[in-house]
């Protein structure tokens, strides 16, 4: 395979033209977020090189293996979400050929993600592209992206033209594309979720899958409904041949019967049944190891010998790794091999042991075979996605009652398709029911809060987790004797998935009693929630990705959202929308002024209108009021002109001393139970020196959501303005951009912040009052004990101020951290005022730096930079100094209580007033 000349100009990055036989039904790859963009969507197939022309102009026939990536100039339209002319495109590795035999949720016909009508700027003479098709093409050659994948090379082609077509397609494969698009169009009719999912329970063809009904089938562990196995030939040939225990004695059932077939008659119908099903369903590794298994069963049928099914998934199995070596790397042949030998070997057994203990006999079986196949599983889905679900079994269960109904009506569709449209509307509409049942069970578990959790990914994650099943498969056998512990482990199990409040914040004291804020775990984005009592809550920003918002809102007891505020369209910021959406009432979005970039503005006001939310625009001088909160909108300034209506919305002017996207981010100054938060969005250095400029009454806050991830590009200026008491930066782990930078954290120590970061802390909840400012995490990665006042570029010290978990804190094993930050001084006349420790006369931020007054910071065994604490009592005249605390750690915060909003007017340049 890596032989001959197209391997060689591959890795010379060559421009050939290049005639291909096409071997996989093209599919659109689902969009990422990169940074803060989301790359737009590319259109990949496999194909065999049959004749290159080099740049030379030398021509050699090859057969080589290839990738090929069709990219369009310009792509990110408003459900892509790419900028025009971003230079960030999708290059799927030569390893993303091959994701549909590994994950076969992902597998896709033309179309994936959103839907195919959602990708509509490629042209049909590219989705539309069958196997077998030849034809010509001008690419760009590059090495795969591993020596192990299965391809010689990754042709980029550009879409500016449709392919030029050497040779039609075979007859058998066009009457396979017939009569998947028939079945598409007997569909076209039904509820969106029907629409589809049929034809992917049917055919595998999921084109038309959302991606959030394809997180919901990865979460329940249903993705093999869609991925053509062998269930769907088994209930073809049960139709044919009757029960298989049955197919070879003289009171064998089925078709075949009645149609007077001898049993070498049906053993050649069947087959031809199975040939045709792996053509029109696509040879996918689950679908030939199904038609292997099947074939050796109809041969044992047509010769009349004994079956036994054991010995015939390994002769399926040997021969296919014969016919095609890579199937031994594919993770998907893997899965459907193991989930077979499972219902062979340890499904009968707990089915006959469930019987014993008194379940009726169907059940039993049933039972046994969802647990059998997930038993076996679970390990290598833990190798893949590092999760184990909780909802497998029972969605399984549930989505089984559906399975049948739904392939027997879709295959009759399918086969009425081409000869009576009508007649396979109609039993489309018929299988549609059933489908919404089985669409139904995998969202609602996935919407349970503990659908699955965390499990350590990779081999080692693998074969834990097997032990684990190894060890409790006896231990639960012994459980089934005794009722009463089955109960409670079955109310254990509830309690888990469900996960109630009360009984989640019991048992991990998260969240936090009284939180104010939260800085949702989110990855490299923003994501940041502020409580607004009884279920309520200001969110701010919703992090790239759906399902890590969702969680973290869940996990808050966030079901009412009235104002959703996205500080910019960046994709890193917006992309996680659909999450906060999800389940929630949501009274209104508003946004920033630029609408940049406009396929992800575009991305947001689609996802609004189709959950029919208002989109507003953050009016400079803005202030709003929900129950305890209180906030004013800083920034950006008013755009330099009118805003244009309708679609041309997109064109709308930017706002003065802006420079893209980053530096229109909407900045807000929140107010909460005494506290001050101050939230930058993506602000650059420009905008915030003319935010600083825009608001010189602007003073010192006590807490600072750093600007872009915690990036180098500060302003040191606005910095040592805001002096914050604490810090927060909200950023991914591992994230390629180096967020946060050293110096941004060096300098926010320097000026006396206590510094979260959400990449090795986990979730951050900010507690308590201006006297008492605590912070809680959810799950720390790594341990950093930078506290108090710190001197810029020493080292940390080695122990902090005394620390206090949350009353009633514990967090599955990890350590669970809530620290008293540094006090502020308090105004005059206060009772804390007395108590006051000394501050220099540098100035009121400042920290106290004589080292022969009494004032001078302590060298305790604290750590050398520890403030001071005895000598401080004596000066109470003066302000506290930065790093030492005011108060002690709050137990516990008051939950706001009542949620009202109200809207006061304000354009740009009003003073700022507290809304106290």
């Given amino acids: 395979m890596r032989r001959g000349p197209l391997p060689g100009w591959a890795e010379r990055y060559a421009q050939l033209t290049v005639e291909l036989e096409v071997t996989g039904d093209p599919r659109v790859t689902r969009p990422r977020v990169r940074g803060s963009q989301r790359t737009p969507p590319a259109l990949v197939f496999t194909a065999d090189a049959l004749r290159v022309t080099s740049p030379d102009g030398t021509i050699q026939a090859v057969r080589t293996p290839a990738l090929v990536v069709v990219q369009q100039h310009g792509a990110g339209g408003e459900e892509s979400g790419g900028k025009t002319g971003n230079t960030a495109s999708h290059e799927p590795s030569s390893g993303d050929a091959h994701s549909s035999e590994d994950e076969p949720s992902s597998r896709n016909g033309p179309g994936n993600g959103p839907s195919a009508e959602v990708h509509g700027g490629w042209s049909p003479a590219w989705r539309g592209l069958l196997p077998s098709t030849r034809i010509r093409v001008v690419a760009r050659a590059a090495p795969p992206a591993s020596p192990a994948d299965p391809v010689a090379a990754v042709l980029r082609v550009t879409a500016d033209a449709p392919p030029r077509k050497v ?56 993705t093999h409904l869609l991925a053509v196995s062998g269930s769907n030939l088994t209930i073809v040939l049960a139709l044919l041949i009757g029960p298989p225990h049955l197919a070879v004695r003289a009171e064998r059932r089925g078709l075949a019967p009645r149609l007077g077939l001898s049993l070498r008659g049906t053993a050649l119908v069947g087959g031809a049944l199975a040939l045709g099903f792996v053509v029109v369903c696509r040879p996918d590794p689950s679908v030939l190891r199904a038609a292997a298994c099947g074939l050796i069963t109809l041969l044992a049928i047509g010769t009349g010998r004994r079956r036994s099914l054991l010995p015939a998934l390994a002769a399926a199995v040997l021969l296919l790794i014969l016919y095609d070596p890579w199937l031994a790397r594919s993770y998907g042949f893997l899965l459907s091999v193991l989930a077979t030998g499972a219902l062979l070997l ?33 390990p290598v889905v833990a190798v893949l996605a590092s999760r184990v679900g909780l909802v497998a079994v029972p969605c399984n269960l549930l989505a089984e009652l559906a399975v049948a109904p739904a392939t027997v009506l879709g295959f009759a569709a399918l086969a009425a398709a081409p000869l009576a449209p009508p007649l396979a509307h109609a039993l489309a ?208 300034p008013a755009p330099v002109g ?45 905008a915030q020196q003319a935010l600083l400029t825009a608001h010189p009454e602007l003073a010192a806050v006590d807490v600072l959501k750093v600007a872009h991830h915690g990036s180098a590009y500060q302003d040191p200026q606005l910095m040592r303005r805001l002096a914050p008491r604490l810090a927060l930066i909200s950023c991914g782990a591992d994230n390629p951009y180096g967020h946060p930078a050293p110096r941004t954290i060096r300098a926010l120590r320097a000026q006396g912040a206590r510094v979260l970061r959400t990449d090795t802390d986990g979730a951050i909840a900010v507690l308590g009052a201006r006297e008492e400012l605590a912070a809680a995490l959810k799950g720390r990665r790594a341990v950093t004990r930078a506290a108090g006042r710190h001197r810029a570029g020493s080292p940390l010290p080695a122990r902090g101020p005394a620390r206090r978990r949350p009353r009633g804190r514990r967090l599955s094993g990890r350590r669970s951290v809530g620290e008293c930050l540094p006090g502020r001084r308090l105004p005059r006349g206060t009772a804390s005022e007395r108590s006051a420790p000394a501050r220099s006369a540098a100035g009121r931020n400042a920290p106290a730096r004589s080292a022969a007054g009494r004032n001078a910071p302590a060298r305790n065994t604290a750590g050398r930079n520890a403030p001071a604490r005895t000598a401080a009592r004596r000066a109470p005249a003066r302000s506290p100094p930065r790093g030492r605390r005011q108060g002690g750690c709050p137990s516990e915060g008051r939950r706001p209580e009542g949620v009202e909003q109200s809207r006061g007017g304000g354009g740009q340049g009003l003073p700022y007033e507290p809304l106290f």
């Fill in 346 to 378: 340890l499904a009968p057994r707990w089915s006959a042991g469930l019987q014993r203990r008194g379940v009726p006999p169907r059940l039993a079986e049933v039972l046994a075979a969802a647990a059998a196949a997930q038993a076996v599983c679970a």
């Fill in 642 to 686: 009118p805003f244009p209506a309708g679609p041309r919305a997109l064109a709308s002017p930017p706002p003065p001393f802006t420079d893209g996207p980053n530096d229109s981010s909407v900045t807000l100054l929140v107010r909460t139970g005494g506290l001050t938060i101050l939230l930058l969005g993506d602000l650059e250095p420009p």
């Fill in 167 to 222: 040779r039609q397609p075979s007859v058998l494969q066009r009457m396979a594309g017939s009569l998947r698009g028939g079945l598409r169009e007997a569909t076209d009719g039904l509820s969106p979720d029907a629409r589809a999912l049929l034809p992917g329970l049917v055919v595998g063809d999921t084109s038309r899958v959302s991606q959030e009904l394809d997180d919901a089938f990865h979460a329940t562990d249903l």
């Fill in 429 to 636: 509409w018929g299988a549609g029911w059933p489908t919404e049942w089985i669409a139904g069970v995998a969202r609602t578990g996935a919407a349970l809060p503990g659908a699955e959790f965390g499990w350590p990914g990779g081999w080692a994650g693998g074969v834990l987790l097997a032990a684990a099943t190894v060890v409790l498969v006896p231990v639960g056998r012994r459980l089934l004797r005794r009722p009463w512990v089955c109960v409670v482990c079955a109310l254990a199990l509830i309690l888990a998935v469900w996960r109630p409040a009360p009984f989640t914040r019991v048992l991990t004291g998260w969240p936090p009693p009284g939180w104010r804020a939260v800085v949702c775990d989110v990855g490299q984005g923003d994501g940041l929630v502020l409580a607004a009592g009884d279920g309520a809550a200001l969110v701010v920003d919703t992090g790239p990705e759906p399902r890590a918002i969702d969680r973290c809102l869940s996990d808050l007891g966030i079901r009412r959202i009235p104002l959703l505020v996205l500080t910019h369209f960046h994709a890193d910021h917006v992309d996680g929308l659909p999450g906060a959406l999800r389940g929630r009432s949501v009274g209104a979005i508003e946004t920033t002024t630029l609408q940049e970039p406009p396929g992800q503005a575009g991305f947001v006001r689609n996802r609004a209108a189709a959950a029919g939310v208002p989109v507003l625009r953050a009016v400079p001088g803005e202030r709003r009021r929900l129950g305890p909160l209180t906030w004013e909108v800083l920034w950006p």
